[in-house]
């Protein structure tokens, strides 16, 4: 007698079944809608069944754009020393309005003193900032911390603070 075959070779495009993947994916970490509705999407649930789930897991709370870039983002700056370029940037991949990010970059830069980020990065990153007196070894530090999303004026603000340009 043969086994049957575990998967179906019917889609399955039921509310309880696109509810059941969207639990799936938001079980690791939360998302945005936009990344919600990406997942769904390439699971193959139809528009209809997606805005459906959608809105039941913004109505139960699941699902919450603001709440996920203020964790996300706080979580970058604490963790990683993101600036707010970089910040900006992934904020906008992950499909948040424009208006929402420019307020909560400008809510942390207040929050978070963007050149402390940097000395805090630097120092992490380099253990003795003396070394920094070698003009390639300060421009491998200035582009790492280009990378983390730092304008390069405040950069080089820091980099005088510490003793390393005049």
Same mark, same amino acid.
């Given at each position: 007698?043969?086994?049957?075959?575990?998967?179906?070779?019917?889609f399955d495009d039921s509310f309880e079944s696109a509810k059941k993947a969207a639990y799936h994916i938001l079980s690791?970490?939360?998302?945005?809608?936009?990344?919600?509705?990406?997942? =769904?999407?390439?699971?193959? %649930?139809?528009?209809?069944?997606?805005?459906?789930?959608?809105? %039941?897991?913004?109505? $139960?709370?699941?699902?919450?754009?603001?709440?996920?870039?203020?964790?996300?983002?706080? %979580?970058?700056?604490?963790?990683?020393?993101?600036?707010? $370029?970089?910040?900006?940037?992934?904020?906008?991949?992950?499909?948040?309005?424009?208006?929402e990010v420019g307020d909560l970059v400008e809510h942390l830069a207040q929050e978070y003193d963007p050149l402390h980020? $940097?000395?805090?990065?630097?120092?992490?990153?380099?253990?003795?900032?003396?070394? =920094?007196?070698?003009?390639? =070894?300060?421009?491998?530090? %200035?582009?790492?911390?280009?990378?983390?999303?730092?304008?390069?004026?405040?950069?080089?603000?820091?980099?005088?603070?510490?003793?390393?340009?005049?």
């Open positions: 007698m043969e086994k049957p075959n575990s998967k179906s070779t019917v690791y970490r939360d998302h945005s809608t936009h990344e919600v509705t990406k997942k =769904l999407s390439a699971k193959g %649930f139809s528009e209809e069944r997606i805005t459906q789930t959608l809105l %039941f897991l913004k109505e $139960i709370q699941l699902l919450d754009d603001q709440k996920f870039a203020r964790a996300w983002s706080r %979580f970058r700056v604490e963790h990683h020393h993101y600036g707010p $370029i970089r910040l900006r940037e992934e904020l906008l991949k992950k499909g948040l309005p424009t208006e980020q $940097i000395e805090t990065a630097l120092t992490r990153r380099y253990k003795n900032p003396a070394d =920094l007196q070698e003009q390639q =070894l300060r421009r491998r530090a %200035f582009d790492y911390l280009r990378r983390k999303g730092h304008a390069p004026q405040a950069i080089l603000s820091v980099f005088r603070k510490m003793g390393v340009m005049t």
